[in-house]
Nanobody
Framework: VQLQASGGGLVQPGGSLRLSCAASGSSFRINVMTWYRQAPGKQREFVAN???????NYADSVNGRFTLSSDNAKNMVYLQMNSLKPEDTAVYYC??????????????WGQGTLVTVSS
């Protein structure tokens, strides 16, 4: 299974971006997809996650501004980020807890996509 994150870029404060995370492979089931971020000089932190039943959780710092959604048919997860702030600047990573017949339940990481919020 491979995860591919995309959608990062440069945006002004107050702007919006939508990140995508695409899962590919054969015979897999996504249990939970989580977005993390890592700002320069800081530890990686939890942003939001979505479970296979559609339930979501958000970090307090993004709650009300970020929204997760998924397209199960396409094995895609989207992170809509609105009202972006300079402190949202970070590399954003998607992580999937995914079950395959060969490996069972395992965590997989995407490669990260850079979000820069600056005027």
């Amino acid at each position: 299974v491979q995860l591919q994150a995309s959608g990062g870029g440069l945006v002004q404060p107050g702007g919006s971006l939508r990140l995508s995370c695409a899962a590919s492979g054969s015979s897999f089931r996504i249990n939970v997809m989580t977005w993390y971020r890592q700002a320069p000089g800081k530890q990686r932190e939890f942003v939001a996650n979505i479970a296979s039943d559609g339930s979501t959780n958000y970090a307090d710092s993004v709650n009300g501004r970020f929204t997760l959604s998924s397209d199960n048919a396409k094995n895609m997860v989207y992170l809509q980020m609105n009202s972006l702030k300079p402190e949202d600047t970070a590399v954003y990573y998607c992580n999937g807890i995914i079950t395959t017949p060969e490996m069972g339940m395992k965590g997989y990481w995407g490669q990260g996509t850079l979000v820069t919020v600056s005027s």
